[in-house]
């Protein structure tokens, strides 16, 4: 029975909370965008509107203040881009009615052009809300409350400065960046498949190399719609981020070949479509490609 065995390398290269809250009940408060009345509704949570964020960024589609969210599964991660294009879906902007269903705190990490940001936000019914007042100081839109009309005001066109995704953040210089595996084994029979998220796993300590803080603790984020990874500091007071695509490298004896990763594979399969040897020793890496050839980040060996 063929053995996974892992070897270290080296190379550049909101918890889930159960508040408890009487039923659900929609804001009777209307939305008023640039001077025009919207049918957006939120839910009044604690005395704040929170509004399910999809629909905040479909509501301000082709606006100055347009931004863009991406769920990834694989992380669990939010991911919203200021001054981008919205791409809807089917159940964006629909009526919004009373639930029984109780609050949570949001259990996905939230990213703001790359940057962690942390925000008041609840799960309801399986969709994120954020606290419109907060959401607005990160994207730029302006958000005021008509006492007059008992309406809740966005504005779009005032050109507001966002807040800064971090208070007294450290700005990092990044010049690279350093991974060293976990020493292991494993049974390829019952673990046939390779994902970009058992690299991860495999991954002892990510570290983000700097010109002015040296090195930086960091996790890595796969964005599969960008076929791109992320590597985040882990403490929020630093401000910088790794980017790579990813690739696999196949070596086996002299023979090794390197493609771009797309989804997880099935390693025997794989080997076997590239002309390797599935009964033979091997080895499998993550990385990515350079001007100086291929850098490893994380690497099993098949023995």
Not at 28 to 47: A, C, E, P, R, S
Not at 136 to 144: H, M, N, P, Q, Y
Not at 212 to 226: L, M
Not at 246 to 254: A, E, L, S, T, Y
């Amino acid at each position: 029975m063929k053995k996974l065995f892992v070897i270290g390398v080296s190379a550049f290269a909101l918890f889930l909370s159960s508040n408890v809250f009487a039923a659900t009940k929609v804001s009777n408060q209307n939305v008023v965008l640039d001077g025009k009345t919207t049918n957006v509704k939120g839910y009044n949570i604690k005395d704040n509107n929170y509004f399910k964020l999809r629909d905040i960024a479909a509501l301000l589609e082709g606006t100055d203040e347009g931004f863009d969210v991406k769920y990834h599964e694989g992380t669990n991660t939010i991911h919203i881009s200021r001054k981008s294009d919205y791409n809807r879906i089917s159940d964006d902007l629909k009526s919004l009615k009373d639930t029984e269903s109780n609050p949570i705190n949001s259990p996905q990490n939230v990213f703001v052009d790359g940057q962690k940001v942390s925000f008041n936000a609840y799960s309801i019914d399986g969709y994120n809300y954020f606290k419109l007042r907060e959401l607005g100081r990160v994207i730029g839109f302006l958000v005021e409350f008509d006492k007059e009309e008992g309406n809740v005001v966005i504005e779009t066109t005032r050109n507001l400065t966002p807040r800064p995704l971090v208070n007294n953040l450290v700005k990092l210089d990044v010049i690279g960046y350093a991974a060293g595996s976990y020493e292991a084994e494993q049974d390829i029979v019952k673990k046939g498949e390779l994902d970009i998220t058992d690299f991860f796993k495999n991954i002892e300590s990510g570290l983000i190399l700097t010109s002015n803080e040296g090195r930086v603790s960091a996790e890595s984020y796969y964005i599969k719609e960008d076929n791109v990874v992320m590597v985040h500091p882990i403490q929020a007071k630093f401000s910088g981020t790794f980017k790579y695509t990813p690739f696999i490298r196949i070596r086996q004896g002299n023979k090794e070949d390197v493609f771009r990763y797309n989804d997880k594979f099935e390693v025997a399969k794989t080997l076997k479509s590239k002309g390797f040897d599935p009964t033979g020793d091997f080895e499998i890496s993550l990385g990515t490609k350079s001007d100086d050839g291929f850098i490893v980040y994380s690497t099993f060996v098949y023995k």
